[in-house]
């Protein structure tokens, strides 16, 4: 079975602050990656997918890549509306989530 | 406007049996496949089960094998998820979500678009 290991789990960081987000897959699943934004009592919403396709009407300075087993989600310059938690999401092989990184405000 | 209305949870002892409802609206339900997807209170998201356009195909995460059914009416719009022999590890808010971006021509799963607020399963005695 496919694991997704995303890291770090908590990240602290300062508005205009760039920051990524990595997401280690066990086995190769191409590019089949999504990362997707949660704010607190609200579904997900959807970044990015096929690992670094930007999803209609998210903001440019967020951006995705890699392929293989390893992703990264990057913010260039961090923004007040972007203090959320954020999942990465394997469809390669059915689904699976990774486990989530906090963006807290530092 | 396109919407996700889920429906159907409640309080259930373990050992019970739930079904849970989504009702699609403002898409061409039978253009896409649909999951369920849950999230343990002060959880992560967990990918619980998903279902191609047409119903032909069907997944479901090893925690809920043989325990849980998921099955669509496109004629109604609406997708389902029978769950049987519930325990207390089921407990969780239920979200459907829409595949927009699949990984195969049958998109069982893909990177969901559209996502329901979700339906709140509690399983205790």
């Known amino acids: 079975d496919i694991q997704m290991t995303q890291s770090p789990s908590t990240l602290s960081a300062s508005v205009g602050d760039r920051v990524t987000i990595t997401c280690r897959a066990s086995q190769s699943i191409s590019s089949w990656l999504a990362w997707y934004q949660q704010k607190p009592g609200k579904a997900p919403k959807l970044l990015i997918y096929k690992a670094s396709s930007l999803e209609s009407g998210v903001p440019s300075r967020f951006s995705g890549s890699g392929s293989g087993t390893e992703f990264t989600l990057t913010i260039s310059s961090l923004q007040p509306d972007d203090f959320a938690t954020y999942y990465c999401?394997?469809?390669?092989?059915?689904?699976?989530f990774g486990g989530g990184t906090k963006v807290e405000i530092k | 406007e396109v919407q996700l209305v889920e429906s159907g949870g409640g309080v259930v002892r373990p050992g019970g049996s739930l079904r849970l409802s989504c009702a699609a609206s403002g898409f061409t339900f039978d253009d896409y496949g649909m999951s369920w997807v849950r999230q343990a209170p002060g959880k992560g998201l967990e990918w619980v089960s998903g279902?191609?356009?047409?119903?032909?195909?069907?997944g479901y995460a090893d925690s809920v094998k043989g325990r849980f059914t998921i099955s669509r009416d496109n004629a109604k719009n609406s997708l389902y998820l029978q769950m049987n022999s519930l325990r207390a590890e089921d407990t969780a808010l239920y979200h459907c979500?829409?595949?927009?971006?699949?990984?195969?021509?049958?998109?069982?799963?893909?990177?969901?678009?559209?996502w329901g607020q979700g339906t709140m399963v509690t399983v205790s005695s």
């Open positions: 999401q394997q469809y390669n092989s059915y689904s699976l």
């Open positions: 279902i191609n356009w047409n119903g032909g195909s069907t």
């Open positions: 979500a829409r595949s927009y971006y699949c990984s195969s021509t049958s998109c069982l799963v893909g990177a969901f678009d559209i």
